[in-house]
């Protein structure tokens, strides 16, 4: 299965949403999304290959940051120069948590399975955190 895969997939279960419900959402046939959820096709047992139109299609349904959506699903990574760097911007790894906390199928700790409510309450506190610093950053920055 492909990141797309996972992440369609988590998405549609988050919305409670059928197969068929969430291809009309999303403006494609049923058919494809099974493809894109299952991450190969049966006929060819080759991986699909959405379309560039076909991926900013669904991340302007899930109104999503196509910038973001293509980097949740693996199609290409933030800079690699960032890992070189003594400095780091918080704000993508916190981002990057959440976005692998929402496609994961199977989250744990210390080894033992954690609820999708769970993880849920992690991604907030993370979402939270990151937006008292920030705030708390703009209001230093005001001062100086």
Do not use: W
């Not at 693996?74 to 906390?101: A, P, Q, R």
């Not at 954690?114 to 950053?137: G, M, P, Y």
Request: charge should be negative; glycine fraction near 4%; aromatic fraction near 8%.
């Amino acid at each position: 299965m492909t990141k797309l895969s996972y992440y369609l997939k988590a998405i549609r279960k988050e919305k409670n949403m059928s197969l068929r419900e969430f291809s009309d959402y999303l403006g494609i046939s049923h058919a494809y999304l099974n493809k894109l959820e299952k991450g190969i096709d049966d006929k060819t047992g080759k991986e699909i290959s959405p379309t560039i139109d076909t991926l900013i299609k669904i991340a302007n349904s899930l109104e999503v940051d196509t910038k973001s959506f293509f980097e949740i699903c693996g199609f290409f990574d933030k800079k690699k120069s960032d890992c070189f760097d003594n400095e780091i911007d918080i704000t993508d790894y916190v981002e990057g948590i959440i976005d692998k906390l929402i496609i994961a199928d199977n989250i744990t700790i210390n080894d033992k399975p954690l609820e999708k409510s769970d993880s849920d309450i992690i991604s907030t506190a993370l979402e939270v955190a990151l937006q008292i610093i920030i705030r708390n950053n703009h209001k230093t920055k005001a001062k100086a």
